[in-house]
């Protein structure tokens, strides 16, 4: 019955009684969801209100910004500056720490790509936004980097929320991974997807083939064995994907299970890989461990690397557990 549902703020209530935790998650959840509604609506209204093509701008990675993703850096910034509970914020879109100045005391950093896979956007195809929360250290001053650069074993809560034929919203406090769905007309996120689990072994894979000359050997190895199917080492079939958003590869295999790879290669090691560690790895591994999942550069566990530069890049491989182990041993061995 569609009015028995829960909602995430009272999914939150809930965990919040269950675990014995103060309303902390609450609070910080309250403006990123408001956010997250915002970008949605934005996203869906698309080429109706001018919202497609490229804002004439470039990021600090020198990448060309789509008018969303300018929007929704905006949308972030401006609504989780509202509840006073994030001292500051930082962004794929900006250089700096954006420093939240205002009569309360944030105790927290929020961390966020604001639109992931926006080379996505003008085909209309699923993107997302993801998020990463830290506490802000005793002591650390906010406008710097530093306060920042902590692993990703600190993260206090991580989601994203993905626009695709529905927009869900997914999160962990680090006691499991749950999923809510939009409903457009009631304008509140819904529990759907409670407890989602990754299944430790399976037949998909994710990876943009066309950078398969660049590849170190063990990611060649595993996606030749792969690929060689039934009569291979594997002794099964594989199926490949490749959507070119991270926030739609990272949901298909929160729901079906998979890997997921951008490794480093030959040609963007000099930049240590292609993702961002702190607003794109960080909160992914988060998730993809919460459910059951392993995510690894290859030779270490993502979430225990230490970071040394905001916007840093890193190799990521992640998804169901066995698989990912798998990859591991070919890096190592
Ligand atoms: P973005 O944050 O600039 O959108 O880039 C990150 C995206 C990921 O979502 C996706 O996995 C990857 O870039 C796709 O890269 P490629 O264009 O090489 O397929
Ligand atoms: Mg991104």
């Known amino acids: 019955m569609p009015y028995k549902r829960i909602t995430l703020t009272h999914f939150l209530l809930q965990e919040q009684?269950?675990?014995?935790?103060?309303?902390?998650?609450?609070?910080?959840?309250?403006?990123?969801?408001?956010?997250?509604?915002?970008?949605?609506?934005?996203?869906?209204?698309?080429?109706?209100?001018?919202?497609?093509g490229v804002a004439g701008s470039e990021n600090v990675q020198g990448e060309e910004q789509k008018k969303l993703d300018v929007l929704a850096n905006d949308i972030f910034l401006h609504m989780n500056?509202?509840?006073?509970n994030y001292a500051a914020m930082a962004s794929e879109e900006l250089e700096d720490?954006?420093?939240?100045?205002?009569?309360?005391?944030?105790?927290?950093?929020?961390?966020?790509?604001?639109?992931?896979?926006?080379?996505?956007?003008?085909?209309?195809?699923?993107v997302g936004s993801i998020f990463s929360i830290l506490r802000l250290p005793e002591g650390a001053d906010a406008s710097k980097?530093?306060?920042?650069?902590?692993?990703?074993?600190?993260?206090?809560?991580?989601?994203?929320?993905?626009?695709?034929?529905?927009?869900?919203l997914v999160l962990t406090t680090g006691s499991g991974v749950h999923g809510f769905t939009l409903d457009r007309d009631v304008g509140m996120f819904f529990l759907t997807h409670p407890h989602m689990t990754i299944p430790a072994d399976t037949k998909e894979f994710a990876i943009n083939a066309s950078r398969a000359r660049f590849w170190e050997p063990p990611v060649k190895?595993?996606?030749?064995?792969?690929?060689?199917?039934?009569?291979?080492?594997?002794?099964?079939?594989?199926?490949?994907?490749?959507?070119?958003?991270?926030?739609?590869e990272v949901h298909r295999i929160l729901v079906r299970g998979g890997v997921f790879?951008?490794?480093?290669?030959?040609?963007?090691?000099?930049?240590?890989?292609?993702?961002?560690?702190?607003?794109?790895?960080?909160?992914?591994?988060?998730?993809?461990?919460?459910?059951?999942?392993?995510?690894?550069?290859?030779?270490?566990?993502?979430?225990?690397?230490?970071?040394?530069?905001?916007?840093?890049?890193?190799?990521?491989?992640?998804?169901?557990?066995?698989?990912?182990?798998?990859?591991?041993?070919?890096?190592?061995?």
């Open 17 to 52: 009684r269950r675990l014995g935790r103060s309303g902390v998650f609450t609070a910080l959840m309250t403006d990123i969801l408001t956010a997250c509604k915002m970008v949605s609506h934005e996203v869906n209204r698309g080429a109706l209100v001018g919202n497609h």
């Open 81 to 84: 500056a509202l509840g006073g």
């Open 97 to 126: 720490v954006h420093a939240v100045h205002g009569t309360a005391e944030g105790r927290y950093l929020l961390l966020f790509d604001p639109l992931d896979g926006s080379s996505n956007i003008d085909v209309n195809i699923s």
């Open 145 to 168: 980097a530093d306060a920042f650069l902590q692993p990703g074993v600190q993260q206090v809560c991580a989601g994203y929320a993905l626009y695709g034929s529905s927009t869900m």
């Open 221 to 248: 190895r595993y996606v030749d064995e792969c690929l060689a199917g039934k009569e291979g080492p594997r002794g099964k079939d594989f199926n490949m994907r490749w959507v070119a958003s991270m926030v739609a």
């Open 261 to 333: 790879m951008y490794p480093k290669d030959v040609e963007n090691a000099k930049k240590g890989g292609k993702l961002r560690l702190m607003y794109e790895a960080n909160p992914m591994a988060f998730i993809i461990e919460q459910a059951g999942g392993a995510a690894t550069t290859g030779t270490e566990r993502i979430m225990e690397v230490q970071p040394t530069d905001l916007h840093q890049r890193i190799a990521v491989i992640l998804g169901s557990k066995n698989e990912v182990e798998l990859i591991e041993s070919y890096h190592k061995g």
